[in-house]
């Protein structure tokens, strides 16, 4: 079993960034009203997934934003702590408040502000569009970018290190053929 395999094998949660990863780091500003952030199907699906099978997943933003709120809210998202300063102080408090070791977290980041939270989890993961700090601070480097099914890619290579990807498509698939 490699390195990277042993790691994923003990994740209890994903914890991501918003923007540059759960976005495409975007943003555009109409001329009224509040900034529009756009959000990848495939990541919401894949959230889902993994907390059918018990994978958490928590957001850790150093902006505030109504519409992620709202999507974390639409995917029983429970995590969402937003208006961050320091990322590392966050995730520890996250991690205490959950009773979940660092070594069980695995923290997606894209840019130079993610690294310290990096540096303390048991999996460092970096979107495919991450600037090259963050790539050769990661552990696996997603081959989509931030906004652009990252997550999900992510998500898929945890479960499957756990051998529960296969658990998470059949059930999911059976609960579709049931409704």
């Known amino acids: 079993m490699s390195d990277l395999q042993e790691r994923l094998a003990k994740i209890k949660a994903l914890v991501i960034d918003a923007d540059g990863v759960l976005t495409d780091g975007g943003i555009l500003f109409p001329e009224v009203g509040q900034a529009v952030v756009r959000f990848h199907i495939q ?7 993994a907390r059918r099978v018990g994978l958490e997943v928590a957001v850790l933003s150093g902006r505030s934003r109504i519409a992620l709120a709202r999507r974390a809210e639409e995917l029983g998202m429970t ?18 408040r959950r009773r979940w070791a660092l070594l069980e977290i695995a923290y997606m ?3 130079l502000n993610d690294l310290p939270a990096m540096e303390i ?9 991450a600037v090259e700090e963050v790539k050769r601070a ?6 989509k970018s931030g906004g ?3 997550v999900r890619e992510a998500i898929e290579v945890i479960l499957s290190a756990q051998g529960r990807w296969e658990e998470a498509v059949r059930g999911y698939l059976e609960h579709l053929r049931n409704l």
């Open 43 to 49: 990541d919401g699906l894949g959230i889902v997934l």
């Open 79 to 96: 995590e969402v702590i937003q208006g961050v300063h320091n990322k590392v102080q966050a995730l520890r408090a996250l991690a205490a």
């Open 109 to 111: 980041g894209d840019d």
């Open 121 to 129: 989890v048991g999996a460092a993961l970096a979107v495919a569009n």
């Open 138 to 143: 990661a552990h696996w480097v997603a081959g």
């Open 148 to 150: 652009e099914g990252a």
